[in-house]
């Protein structure tokens, strides 16, 4: 049973368009986070949840918007989408010190 | 400025032989640091996490190291497996949610 689920995990869309990712976790913790990994591997935190709360923005645009309907869920929806947004996204979901990351959405924006 | 350094930033080596990657940080304060594995295409999985107390740590074929006084941190890899090529990731814990990436090391093992 997987941990931590993305679906989808290829997004091939044009310039402009709306999209959604979403992330799953059973693993009953509190805390999910989303990350962007650009084309250079460097990981950055986009947002963290924690209870359906949220509790860390790493000044992403306001065209990113998060969304927990649950614990198990943390969805990333991206309006107006720009080249630049092309990037693997991967969810995280973290118990005590530990990380547990989804496998990763790859998102091409043409 | 990246808070968490990484190097080399690459590096090839043959199967069977070790390396040593380093990780250097000026995260403050500190709560713990975590070497990641990520597999191409794949997301990070956890291999060590080492609080302030803790100067070395082992899974399996890999042994972190921790110097909490220098922020220095290492990860070595024994009798390398093709299995093992992948990038290396070093984040560092600020606690309250906070954490540091380091941009990664990518390990080629050749037969």
């Known amino acids: 049973d997987t941990a931590v689920s993305q679906t989808p995990k290829y997004l091939v869309t044009q310039m402009g368009n709306d999209k959604s990712i979403k992330c799953e976790q059973n693993l009953g913790h509190d805390t999910m986070y989303w990350y962007k990994q650009d084309s250079k591997k460097f990981l950055k935190i986009m947002f963290s949840y924690n209870n359906k709360e949220l509790i860390i923005n790493e000044t992403v645009p306001n065209r990113f918007s998060p969304k927990s309907p649950d614990k198990a869920h943390l969805n990333l929806h991206i309006n107006s989408l720009e080249l630049g947004d092309s990037a693997v996204y991967f969810c995280?979901?973290?118990?005590?010190?530990?990380?547990?990351f989804g496998p990763g959405t790859r998102l091409t924006v043409l | 400025k990246n808070q968490v350094e990484q190097s080399p930033q690459s590096l090839i080596i043959l199967e069977g032989k070790n390396c040593t990657l380093q990780?250097?940080?000026?995260?403050?304060?500190?709560?713990?640091l975590r070497w990641y594995k990520q597999d191409t295409g794949r997301g990070p999985v956890s291999l060590t996490i080492m609080t302030f107390s803790e100067n070395t740590k082992s899974n399996g074929r890999y042994t972190a190291t921790l110097d909490a006084d220098t922020k220095q941190s290492s990860l070595h890899i024994t009798a390398s497996q093709l299995s093992d090529s992948a990038s290396y990731i070093c984040?560092?814990?600020?606690?309250?949610?906070?954490?540091?990436f380091g941009a990664g090391t990518t390990v080629t093992v050749r037969a």
């Open positions: 995280a979901s973290v118990g005590g010190a530990e990380q547990f």
């Open positions: 984040v560092v814990s600020a606690g309250d949610y906070k954490l540091s």
């Open positions: 990780c250097n940080y000026t995260v403050s304060p500190f709560s713990n």
